[in-house]
């Protein structure tokens, strides 16, 4: 097959453990990062399966219906950036492997790297000695503080652990479900929303991305964290309304941000890295080897199985029924 695997920034792929499953295949690799649609489908147009790292490059009918060759998107997690109704209209399967009982350590690793950063003033500090000065203030310790993790899933399970570890108290919000587990395991759960923001020194985000979850932190409830408060998202930029966190950092609530991701990637101006009270990083939080030879080694494994005939993980289920 004729495969093309798009925003490969640092030509990693072909370097991983399991990139030999495609050897016999005609592969092509692009290190930037384009999405406007005429560039694409000239690039795209002899592609018969197209490889998809995360959420990078969108997929919609404009693009679809300049691809007649393409026959199989394979990536792995959740899929808001693809079309995937026009993708059953015109015969493009759509393979991808959700994972939810695996966690990933590496977004729960850097979450908790931008804790320790955001409270010690690790970037500043570091930035005040390169550029002659010493000190710039005291910082915080965890220890004893309150963790709070909205969204109790496989992430979310694994940065309370880490929590734990530091001697935190760590409190949950999350959907009636995911409540109840992590009661199961032993977390204290808020009485409410507004308690949850209300009593949190730190709060991280551990959601996916949906319409039910699209703007879930609000203004309002940005306003109830306290002044010394720091909130953390490695999981998607939009669970947060526009513009909320940024007004509410300007506000003084909460007093600080750590930030993986954003509205539109990859990002150069933002306000966000303007903000001194502000740490920010360009969506590394699954961005490890170990972390690619994972993913990757499925999405390869998705591509074998329709080349044989036996798509799995596919997520328009109607296009095989269309095709027999």
């Not at 933002?270 to 990083?281: A, G, R, S, Y």
Request: hydrophobic share 40%; with cysteine.
């Amino acid at each position: 097959m004729k495969i093309t695997i798009r925003d490969d920034y640092h030509d990693t792929i072909r370097t991983l453990d399991c990139f030999p499953k495609l050897d016999g295949h005609d592969v092509t690799i692009w290190n930037d990062h384009v999405q406007d649609v005429d560039a694409l489908a000239d690039r795209l147009a002899d592609t018969e399966a197209l490889v998809l790292i995360r959420e990078r490059t969108h997929i919609r009918a404009p693009l679809l219906e300049r691809l007649p060759n393409l026959r199989l998107i394979s990536q792995r997690s959740v899929y808001p950036h693809i079309d995937i109704e026009d993708c059953t209209r015109l015969g493009v399967i759509v393979s991808s492997h959700l994972h939810a009982d695996t966690p990933s350590f590496a977004t729960a690793e850097l979450t908790w790297g931008l804790i320790l950063a955001a409270m010690r003033q690790i970037p500043q500090q570091m930035a005040s000695l390169k550029s002659g000065n010493w000190q710039i203030g005291v910082g915080n310790t965890v220890g004893g503080r309150t963790l709070g993790i909205y969204g109790y899933g496989r992430i979310g399970k694994v940065v309370a652990g880490y929590g734990t570890a530091f001697g935190m108290k760590v409190l949950v919000w999350a959907r009636e479900e995911s409540r109840a587990r992590a009661k199961a395991d032993g977390y204290e759960v808020a009485a409410s929303k507004e308690a949850f923001f209300e009593r949190c020194d730190v709060l991280s985000l551990h959601m996916r991305l949906y319409d039910a979850t699209r703007g879930i932190v609000m203004a309002s409830d940005l306003a109830r964290m306290k002044p010394t408060a720091l909130l953390v998202n490695t999981s998607r930029a939009p669970l947060i309304e526009p513009d909320a966190l940024v007004d509410g950092l300007r506000a003084g609530r909460p007093g600080m941000a750590a930030v993986d991701v954003y509205e539109s990637e990859p990002v150069r101006d933002h306000p966000l890295l303007e903000m001194d009270n502000v740490i920010c990083t360009p969506h590394i939080g699954y961005v490890t080897r170990e972390e690619y030879e994972l993913q990757f080694s499925d999405i390869f494994d998705q591509i074998l199985a329709f080349t044989a005939g036996k798509p799995t993980n596919v997520v328009n289920a109607a296009v095989l029924e269309n095709s027999r």
